[in-house]
């Protein structure tokens, strides 16, 4: 029997397999081929405080290993989902992480303020901080710390919910960023969100993605979330790290766990594989056996270096 259990700070979640926002839907898309409960999370597509249509289309498309996209937070607004969505999580008492993005430090003072009312619904919040995709002030024009920094704060004045901030290389020093972010009140980190990239159609000279630009994910980010996780985690070894960015098989949820991932979310994965968080699940379960590894506290940030001869 391999014990599974994770804790990130005062929070226990079954097992560290969970989702990446945005590749997830935001209710019961992948129920036909997922048991949300098997999960130790759902982390749901980005909410905004009113409904967005996102960007034009084309807003995805492949590149060698991963894909861009430039959706645009496409959703229906905070009060579709208060009234339409927490029910059905609600009734199947399915953790519930929710990410969510302002075009103001007021939006999203307003967003937590209303969700902190859904708080025995609600296990944590996610702040999209790094979204590449939106023009309009907020999320794309968070790049400077100290506006960083008065987002989380007003964040955490109107909720007692733990709080995951969502970083990207595309905001600078991940290490710095990730330490401002603590002390501005955050109490885990999400690593990492996509890096801005770009694939042009040479038959036509244009954008293969409308917006011209898109995030990249998938496995072509995946050393550089692999290494941002390892050097925050040494840094800040009791901060919980949700670990994201091209965790597409077990093999690659097992290197985040062994440089002290707290939290696996698959992403992109979930397009090629709608079964890719439970083959993860089950693959991380194997291996332990086989290791014969009791728990995965064992495994987490058990990373052995090379020394120097």
Same mark, same amino acid.
């Given at each position: ?61 492949? #590149? ?25 999580? %609600? ?21 937590? %303020?209303?969700?902190? %009312?859904?708080?025995?619904?609600? #296990? ?34 109107? *909720?007692?919910?733990?709080?995951? @901030? ?14 401002? @972010? ?52 040494? @840094? ?7 670990? *994201? ?29 709608? %079964? ?34």
């Amino acid at each position: 029997m391999v014990n599974l259990e994770t804790h990130a700070g005062q929070l226990r979640f079954k097992n560290p397999v969970t989702v990446a926002s945005g590749t997830f839907g935001v209710k019961d898309e992948f129920a036909r081929f997922v048991d949300y409960r098997k999960l130790g999370a759902v982390i749901t597509k980005t909410i905004t405080l009113h409904p967005r249509q996102g960007n034009p289309m084309p807003r995805i498309c492949e #590149t060698p290993a991963g894909m861009l996209n430039a959706i645009g937070l496409q959703n229906k607004g905070l009060e579709d989902f208060i009234e339409d969505k927490i029910p059905y999580f %609600r009734e199947r008492k399915i953790p519930l992480i929710v990410n969510i993005a302002g075009e103001s430090t007021e939006e999203f003072s307003t967003l937590a %303020r209303e969700l902190n %009312r859904c708080r025995k619904d609600i #296990t944590a919040l996610e702040l999209n901080l790094s979204c590449p995709n939106i023009e309009a002030g907020g999320v794309r024009a968070i790049r400077e710390q100290k506006l960083i920094s008065r987002t989380i704060q007003a964040v955490r004045k109107e *909720t007692g919910l733990f709080i995951f @901030a969502k970083l990207s290389p595309e905001l600078g020093d991940v290490l710095e960023t990730s330490r401002e @972010a603590v002390r501005a009140g955050a109490n885990g980190l999400t690593l990492i969100n996509t890096i801005r990239g770009m694939a042009v159609n040479v038959h036509s000279r244009k954008p293969q993605i409308a917006a011209g630009t898109g995030g990249l994910s998938g496995p072509a980010i995946r050393p550089i979330a692999l290494r941002y996780v390892y050097e925050v985690k040494q @840094a800040l070894p009791k901060v919980p790290v949700i670990a *994201t960015g091209g965790i597409t098989t077990w093999e690659d949820a097992v290197e985040f766990l062994i440089v002290g991932a707290d939290l696996l979310a698959a992403g992109t994965a979930n397009y090629v594989n709608p %079964r890719a968080t439970l083959d993860i699940l089950e693959g991380i379960t194997a291996y332990c056996r086989e290791k014969k590894v009791k728990s995965i506290n064992e495994l987490r940030g058990s990373l052995v270096t090379h020394r120097r001869p």
